[in-house]
């Protein structure tokens, strides 16, 4: 029982937000990198509240480039483990970007080109958003959990092509997430030139796999096995709402 929760510590003290929110001041500069990553990791769902409180893309593209800098810059204040920080990355996050939002002396959106794309396809992406528009903590909390479901089915992916399994991971990914139909496992074997139980059994790996990554990129983003275990939850939620 000891080891397990030794091996549970180790695990969550590694973490890109445990690191951000329980460093001492000698090694700041470690938990802001660490804060960085994830905040660059998340930049998307900082941009689509930002889009759904009404700013035009120009506008959401500054915003979000300026709130970042603000959150993660040389001068910004470390999170602190004691502080309002404590909790999983996602709720922190939205909260720094409401303080942002209605603090008067916050950087006005400077945009010298009204018309020009916003950067790494931001605005493309919000364009493929539903058209009723749910509220921007919705959108916010949505886009959150659809970044982690899409990192981890990029590494999925990854693994496959390393592996030399591509192919029959482009066939079984849509299967992650609901059970084959009646002769879909006989029609991916043809083609594939497999045998349906070897899809089946490839399946499970596969599922059991995408759990494990689905925990692993949700375990940066929080500090305590209990906050893993909340974020999970939330994630099946607003998954169950965005494919629904």
Same mark, same amino acid.
């Given at each position: 029982?000891?080891?397990?929760?030794?091996?549970?510590?180790?695990?969550?003290?590694?973490? =890109?937000?445990?690191?951000?929110?329980?460093?001492?001041?000698?090694?700041?500069?470690?938990?802001?990198?660490?804060?960085?990553?994830?905040?660059?990791?998340?930049?998307?769902?900082?941009?689509?509240?930002? =889009?759904?409180?009404?700013?035009?893309?120009?506008?959401?593209?500054?915003?979000?480039?300026?709130?970042?800098?603000?959150?993660?810059?040389?001068?910004?204040?470390?999170?602190?483990?004691?502080?309002?920080?404590?909790?999983?990355?996602?709720?922190?996050?939205?909260?720094?970007?409401?303080?942002?939002?209605?603090?008067?002396?916050?950087?006005?959106?400077?945009?010298?080109?009204?018309?020009?794309?916003?950067?790494?396809?931001?605005?493309?992406?919000?364009?493929?958003?539903?058209?009723?528009?749910?509220?921007?903590?919705?959108?916010?909390? =949505?886009?959150?959990?659809?970044?982690?479901?899409? =990192?981890?089915?990029?590494?999925?992916?990854?693994?496959?092509?390393?592996?030399?399994?591509?192919?029959?991971?482009?066939?079984?990914?849509?299967?992650?997430?609901?059970?084959?139909?009646?002769?879909?496992?006989?029609?991916?074997?043809?083609?594939?030139?497999?045998?349906?139980?070897?899809?089946?059994?490839?399946?499970?790996?596969?599922?059991?796999?995408?759990?494990?990554?689905?925990?692993?990129?949700?375990?940066?983003?929080?500090?305590?096995?209990?906050?893993?275990?909340?974020?999970?939850?939330?994630?099946?939620?607003?998954?169950?709402?965005?494919?629904?």
């Amino acid at each position: 029982m000891t080891s397990i929760s030794i091996d549970t510590q180790e695990r969550f003290a590694a973490t =890109r937000w445990s690191i951000a929110t329980h460093v001492g001041t000698a090694e700041a500069d470690g938990a802001r990198n660490a804060l960085g990553e994830l905040s660059n990791r998340f930049r998307y769902p900082v941009y689509v509240y930002l =889009r759904r409180c009404g700013h035009t893309s120009a506008a959401a593209a500054a915003l979000t480039q300026g709130f970042l800098s603000q959150l993660t810059g040389e001068t910004a204040p470390v999170p602190d483990g004691g502080s309002t920080a404590q909790g999983p990355y996602r709720v922190y996050l939205l909260a720094r970007l409401r303080s942002f939002l209605a603090a008067k002396d916050r950087p006005a959106a400077m945009s010298p080109a009204n018309d020009r794309e916003t950067p790494d396809g931001l605005e493309d992406r919000y364009r493929r958003e539903p058209v009723d528009a749910p509220s921007p903590e919705q959108s916010f909390q =949505r886009a959150f959990a659809l970044q982690i479901l899409d =990192r981890t089915l990029r590494r999925l992916r990854s693994e496959a092509r390393q592996t030399g399994h591509l192919d029959m991971y482009e066939r079984l990914e849509p299967l992650l997430a609901r059970e084959p139909v009646s002769g879909e496992y006989e029609a991916i074997a043809a083609k594939l030139g497999s045998r349906p139980l070897v899809l089946t059994l490839a399946l499970k790996r596969l599922r059991q796999r995408f759990r494990e990554l689905v925990a692993d990129e949700l375990a940066d983003t929080v500090a305590s096995e209990a906050d893993l275990a909340s974020e999970q939850d939330v994630l099946l939620i607003e998954l169950g709402g965005a494919q629904g």
